[in-house]
């Protein structure tokens, strides 16, 4: 594996029962109040907010069976660590329209701009100063304008909108616990965050770079992997909550762990099953490991979880053929969308082509945001259906994606207008 994540990784994913696995941090279940005062915790649990769900932090690396030597009925789980699903980057030319092959794959430029419903990407964050994106990044409107002093709610120190956040102006850090989710470069981080959001919504024609799939777009920005290129579930938890609290419509995770033997995660699971009663969309990436999925489901976390308001998304290359390191399934994963050479923003205002499952993933999230956009009345089941409805047949993805096809935004476009 690259350190850019040539396929999905789990930090604690050992081939032993999870009973056995060693953690530091542990999500834990319906834990008997009895039990607190004989776990050996550095502090006490912290509440989830979902199905009853902990973070417990301790000192030394412990397993499940040791904790249950304190407190026999206990469940739980590590807390996982996941990757961004990109295979690679590729240093960016003379940046135009014309070397965005994936917009004309799945005719984007054949449906008019206009609004697009509310997006939450998950990712490393946002370079919120490229002049590509300051345009398309969501503004809280309860931390926008002025307060009853006069002074700028993006800046006053208050947490104006009382949501538990204070100065939440674009989205939040669930690593640093701040109000500045920053892509911040590193050894593993080629500000992966960035390029997802211009992929969605880039603005178009001020003649400096690229456009989005859906310029008209709002993306909220929820920091959750660090500089190592890590993401736990606790704060992939917590970020899927922000953002349902928030409205968001669509979330855009291109990211996950491969099973490799522990339970997925259940924690997580079950926030996702939050977002489907809330009727918002969550777009996964299928993974980079040439898996078929059918045959190991647990091989990507949380594309394996098949909830209703799932789309899973494979990798495609120009003329519709599968990437060759994206995983497959035709029970697993829905349609395929570009992902090879997809040229889009990186912090510090320039470009750069990026590959992987986890840039096909947003070429769909734009897609869906402009047409729940243009029709917001629409359910998220009647839109999924018209997205796996639309699609471009494409023979050789037969039996690969369930499908058998690729995105295609003009005929989703056309069959939206059918139902609005």
């Not at 009973?19 to 039990?35: D, G, H, I, T, Y």
Request: contains cysteine; aromatic residues 6%; hydrophobic residues 40%.
């Amino acid at each position: 594996m690259t350190k850019d994540g040539f396929f999905l990784f789990l930090a604690f994913a050992f081939l032993t029962p999870i009973s056995s696995v060693a953690a530091s941090e542990w999500l834990l279940q319906r834990r008997p109040a009895e039990c607190l005062d004989t776990l050996p915790l550095l502090s006490p649990p912290e509440d989830l907010g979902v199905n009853g769900w902990e973070l417990a932090r301790f000192p030394h690396d412990i397993s499940l069976e040791e904790l249950r030597a304190h407190c026999p009925s206990l469940q739980g789980e590590p807390n996982l660590k996941f990757l961004p699903l990109r295979v690679r980057s590729m240093a960016g030319g003379d940046p135009s329209l014309s070397q965005q092959w994936g917009l004309e794959d799945i005719r984007a430029l054949q449906v008019p701009e206009g609004p697009g419903a509310l997006v939450a990407v998950l990712d490393t964050g946002v370079d919120e100063t490229h002049p590509e994106l300051r345009s398309a990044l969501w503004k809280n409107p309860g931390e926008s304008g002025l307060d009853s002093r006069g002074h700028p709610k993006e800046t006053n120190g208050i947490d104006d909108d009382g949501n538990g956040f204070i100065d939440d102006v674009i989205g939040w850090d669930f690593v640093d616990n701040d109000n500045k989710p920053s892509d911040e470069l590193s050894w593993a981080n080629e500000g992966h965050g960035t390029h997802l959001t211009g992929i969605i919504a880039a603005q178009a024609n001020n003649g400096i770079g690229i456009r989005g799939v859906s310029p008209g777009s709002s993306v909220m920005i929820l920091r959750f992997i660090d500089t190592n290129g890590y993401g736990t579930t606790s704060a992939a938890i917590r970020a899927v909550q922000y953002a349902l609290k928030q409205g968001a419509k669509i979330l855009n995770i291109s990211w996950g762990g491969d099973e490799a033997g522990v339970t997925a995660s259940r924690a997580l699971r079950d926030v996702f099953v939050e977002a489907e009663r809330a009727g918002t969309l969550v777009v996964v990436a299928a993974g980079n490991g040439s898996i078929d999925l059918d045959e190991s489901p647990g091989s990507s976390v949380p594309a394996s979880y098949r909830l209703g308001n799932m789309v899973v998304v494979a990798a495609s290359g120009p003329g519709g053929h599968r990437a060759n390191f994206s995983n497959f399934g035709l029970k697993s994963v829905d349609l395929a969308a570009p992902g090879i050479g997809i040229l889009s923003t990186v912090p510090g205002g320039g470009f750069a082509r990026f590959d992987g499952s986890s840039v096909a993933v947003p070429h769909v999230v734009g897609a869906l945001s402009r047409m729940w956009g243009e029709s917001p009345s629409l359910t998220a089941q009647q839109l999924k259906r018209a997205l796996l409805e639309s699609v471009t047949p494409t023979p050789i993805l037969r039996n690969r994606v369930s499908t058998s096809g690729r995105i295609n935004m003009e005929n989703l476009w056309r069959d939206i207008s059918k139902i609005r």
